[in-house]
């Protein structure tokens, strides 16, 4: 798991944790306003360095690749701290959407545009695209982890991986019609509407 | 299927495309054999190879059990809920798998899970899979292929799969590739099982 599972954890450190997260959120928006700017492609890892201030060694230490600055937009972090916080008592699936909802409640103006500006941009850039599915990987791994903690099972446990699949497979569904996409499509409210409304009918197994 | 001879001579034609560049792949490595390779071998031109794969990478992740699966999925009673469906379907195409069925599938798994960029033009296909599989469902339901459940329950097939056969770090069991055909079955067994537990709506 990559750096972002340890700054998820909220340790007594927490100073340390803070400046590590300003410094991913600020290589993050460097990166974001350089491809506004350039495009995505003339756009290089030494220029957003040098923009947020920072050697390209530390910005590889954060994101190890450039694609992954845009794929790792630390949704699925605030996803994860949010599922912690859901009672116990809660099932799995009503969990994870309180958590989506909990996630989506906590959104400033500032996160709900790096949202839109990197979901369209995993949609139009082929190189983002092609990381993504690494991502999903390590996704489903990461909400697997927070699955698995909860019901006090394994992380490799079947109910856990399928339900952790599932997830990321229904989100898959809900955003990744690659072709054709605009922006205007759907708003990060309507999306995450969605997504709760899909969520419903995991939980009810996927009936029609 | 209708059209029946031309169909099965296309069907033979992308089959032997398929085993000839698995072949090369084996003796001299997957980057290394070119596409231009694989269509002498196969005695076919490099336009001819892609008409049948637009891409070197399409040639592995398209493994053709995802056209039989959904062309099962098709087959299936009208009464049966879509996961059930889905299942029995999955069920009747792992049972009639040949010996060089359940080679292809070996040798693709392992290769996808080995190479960064067969895994890069994955994302597009899981894309591409999750339309089609919408598609079915719409046919069977009478639903818009774009209806929020139908591209839901399609993702949550996907999505399945991904957590079955993706290397997930920290995971045992994925990064030992299915080295026999024992394995091939197991995991067949276990996406069967972890669909029960979408159709049960995902109880932990």
Do not use: C
Not at chain 1, 25 to 38: C, D, T, V, Y
Not at chain 1, 114 to 123: H, K, P
Not at chain 2, 108 to 117: C, N, S, V
Not at chain 2, 150 to 159: D, E, H, K, Y
Request: aromatic share 6%; charged share 25%.
């Amino acid at each position: 798991m990559t750096g972002i599972a340890g700054a998820s954890q909220d340790r007594p450190d927490g100073l340390r944790e803070r400046k590590k997260a300003r410094t991913r959120a600020a290589i993050r928006e460097h990166a974001l306003r350089l491809f506004r700017e350039n495009g995505y492609q003339r756009t290089t890892v030494e220029q957003i360095a040098a923009a947020a201030e920072v050697s390209p060694s530390t910005f590889f230490r954060y994101f190890p690749t450039k694609e992954d600055v845009v794929l790792q937009d630390d949704m699925d972090t605030r996803m994860v701290e949010a599922l912690e916080r859901q009672p116990a008592d809660l099932s799995p699936l009503s969990a994870v959407r309180a958590a989506v909802r909990d996630a989506f409640a906590s959104y400033t103006e500032a996160d709900l545009e790096v949202i839109a500006e990197t979901t369209l941009l995993s949609m139009t850039v082929p190189e983002i695209r092609a990381r993504a599915t690494d991502e999903f990987a390590r996704t489903i791994g990461i909400i697997g982890e927070a699955l698995a903690k909860r019901a006090g099972r394994p992380a490799d446990d079947l109910a856990v991986r399928t339900a952790a699949g599932a997830i990321i497979g229904v989100m898959m569904s809900l955003t990744m019609p690659w072709h054709g996409w605009t922006s205007d499509m759907q708003t990060v409210e309507d999306l995450f509407g969605r997504i709760d409304q899909a969520l419903a009918l995991l939980e009810a197994g996927l009936p029609l | 299927m209708t059209g029946g001879l031309r169909e099965r001579k296309k069907a033979r034609t992308r089959a032997a495309i398929r085993r000839h560049a698995l072949r090369l792949f084996r003796e001299n490595g997957y980057q290394r054999t070119t596409v231009e390779q694989i269509a002498a071998a196969a005695e076919v031109s490099p336009s001819t190879f892609f008409r049948y794969f637009p891409t070197k990478e399409d040639l592995i992740l398209q493994d053709d059990v995802d056209t039989q699966v959904v062309e099962a999925f098709e087959r299936q009673p009208a009464g049966l809920k879509p996961v059930a469906a889905f299942r029995a379907a999955l069920r009747e195409v792992a049972g009639s798998f040949s010996q060089a069925d359940l080679d292809v599938i070996r040798e693709t798994t392992a290769l996808i899970r080995a190479d960064p960029e067969i895994r890069a033009r994955a994302t597009d296909e899981f894309a591409r899979m999750i339309t089609v599989i919408s598609e079915a469902l719409a046919r069977r339901s009478g639903r818009p292929a774009d209806d929020l459940a139908v591209r839901a329950i399609a993702g949550g097939f996907i999505g399945v799969i991904l957590s079955i056969t993706l290397p997930v770090e920290g995971w045992p069991g994925v990064e030992g590739l299915p080295g026999d055909d024992q394995a091939i079955i197991a995991m067949f067994e276990r996406l069967d099982q972890a669909l029960a537990l979408l159709e049960a709506g995902l109880p932990l």
